[in-house]
């Protein structure tokens, strides 16, 4: 991948960035209220990461930034994996946000207290963080499934212990999320989006066995996919 020119890069973060912390809004305070402050919490802190971690990628590694943003997936079962993993993400949200308007939580088990919130927004903020060492092992990690001239198998820092780490760390960003939100009820929900990120991490060990040379070794090296010692 050619370096790409920097002002196309950064407005292009500044226009997916403005259009995430849209939808965002709209996921959580139109289900629920404009009052629903760990709504507002969550989004501060979701801005200030992403910032912080667009910042130390187009001052360390542009090219690699560029890549986190693509967005057409060449595999069409990786397109399929995407779209449900899309629409499971706007539920997800949405329901965080009908939680807080209806109080679920409250009526059902018990209300999420203040403390909590904020503990699990700070454990949110440092799983969200663990995504800088994985992506510093492994400059290839594009946000779509390919193989680029000149690219070889990551296989130190993160990588040593599991074969996705990004995805390890997705999931542990994810058990964090209903919490932040104030959420009991919707917490078992993170259950769904384990298997989506299976399925795309089973595909996508399938494009690299054939096409990535030393994957195979790899893989005979480092048996667990996800989680040390389970799977």
């Known amino acids: 991948m050619e370096n790409p020119p920097a002002k196309s890069l950064l407005s292009r973060l500044i226009g997916l960035g403005l259009v995430g912390q849209a939808a965002l809004a709209v996921c959580l305070l139109v289900p629920g209220t404009i009052h629903f402050w760990q709504a507002w919490a969550f989004m501060a802190v979701t801005l200030v990461l992403t910032i912080f971690f667009c910042a130390y990628y187009y001052r360390r590694d542009p090219e690699f930034l560029a890549r986190r943003l693509l967005r057409k997936e060449k595999i069409r079962t990786q397109r399929l994996i995407m779209f ?48 800088i060492p994985v992506c510093n092992a492994n400059r290839f990690a594009a946000s779509v499934i390919q193989i680029e001239p000149g ?81």
């Open 84 to 131: 449900l993993a899309k629409n499971v993400s706007v539920i997800f949200y949405v329901l965080c946000g009908l939680d807080h308007r209806m109080g679920w939580s409250q009526t059902c088990l018990a209300p999420v207290p203040w403390w909590l919130t904020v503990l699990a927004l700070l454990l949110y903020a440092g799983s969200y963080l663990l995504m």
């Open 151 to 231: 690219q070889t198998v990551a296989d130190h820092g993160p990588y040593r212990h599991v074969r996705h780490p990004m995805y390890s760390v997705a999931l542990l960003v994810w058990l964090w999320v209903p919490l932040t939100l104030g959420s009991f009820v919707v917490l078992p929900a993170v259950a769904f989006i384990a298997p989506i990120l299976m399925l795309r991490l089973l595909n996508e060990e399938k494009m690299l066995r054939r096409e990535l040379p030393g994957y195979a070794q790899y893989c005979q090296r480092i048996p667990w996919r996800l989680i040390p010692f389970v799977w």
